[in-house]
T-cell receptor, first 110, second 114 residues
Framework: AQRVTQPEKLLSVFKGAPVELKCNYS??????LFWYVQYSRQRLQLLLR??SRESIKGFTADLNKGETSFHLKKPFAQEEDSAMYYC????????????FGKGTKLSVKP | EPEVTQTPSHQVTQMGQEVILRCVPI?????FYWYRQILGQKVEFLVS????????KSEIFDDQFSVERPDGSNFTLKIRSTKLEDSAMYFC????????????FGPGTRLTVL
């Protein structure tokens, strides 16, 4: 069965510190991986997806098929990065639905 | 920038009552989804809809649930006879295509079943 695991419920760092939000997945095929973010009192929004290989707001994520991971990284955290982060997987092909992890709450302290 | 909208923002109902949750997807999008998030749990897929029919549904989406696109703009989720365990945040999402799989989410409807 497909599964997305985010082992940390809460991650607290100081401003300017590096951040790594962990995501591991279980899927035998070729998945599409995403990071969604939900700021306080706002909707879920796409942060980045692995097929784009882009950096958004200083965040990057690399798909490691050997380790089945898609960790989200940022070298210098900002207070405005504080939010709930969800890793999600899509099975591709005709299966467009997203399978989410439980989410990690990132708190960046001043 | 166009956004997915959902109404109401909060719905309170009695167990056994029918509820209809409404969503207006982004206008040129073709794929529509419902997800739910029970408090403290992960966001779970319910159903996807394309070309006026269900394309995929999860085991959560049983006979008590139905979806409809009645007028070409609204996308509704109906729960025929609500149970206490249906209490959750319900999110609608839409996407322009399946290739990029970029889904845009609405703000959610909080459903409370008493």
């Amino acid at each position: 069965a497909q599964r997305v695991t985010q082992p940390e419920k809460l991650l607290s760092v100081f401003k300017g510190a590096p951040v790594e939000l962990k995501c591991n997945y279980s899927y035998s095929g070729s998945p599409e991986l995403f990071w969604y973010v939900q700021y306080s009192r706002q909707r879920l929004q796409l942060l980045l997806r692995h097929i784009s290989r882009e950096s958004i707001k200083g965040f990057t994520a690399d798909l490691n098929k050997g380790e089945t991971s898609f960790h989200l990284k940022k070298p210098f955290a900002q207070e405005e990065d504080s939010a709930m982060y969800y890793c999600a997987l899509s099975r591709g092909g005709s299966q467009g639905n997203l399978i989410f992890g439980k989410g990690t709450k990132l708190s960046v302290k001043p | 920038e166009p956004e997915v909208t959902q109404t109401p923002s909060h719905q309170v109902t009695q167990m056994g009552q029918e509820v209809i949750l409404r969503c207006v997807p982004i206008s040129n999008h073709l794929y529509f989804y419902w997800y739910r998030q029970i408090l403290g749990q992960k966001v779970e897929f319910l159903v996807s809809f394309y070309n006026n029919e269900i394309s995929e549904k999860s085991e959560i989406f049983d006979d008590q649930f139905s979806v409809e696109r009645p007028d070409g703009s609204n996308f509704t989720l109906k729960i025929r006879s609500t149970k206490l365990e249906d209490s959750a945040m319900y999110f609608c999402a839409s996407s322009a295509d399946r290739v990029a799989y970029t889904q845009y989410f609405g703000p959610g409807t909080r459903l409370t079943v008493l």
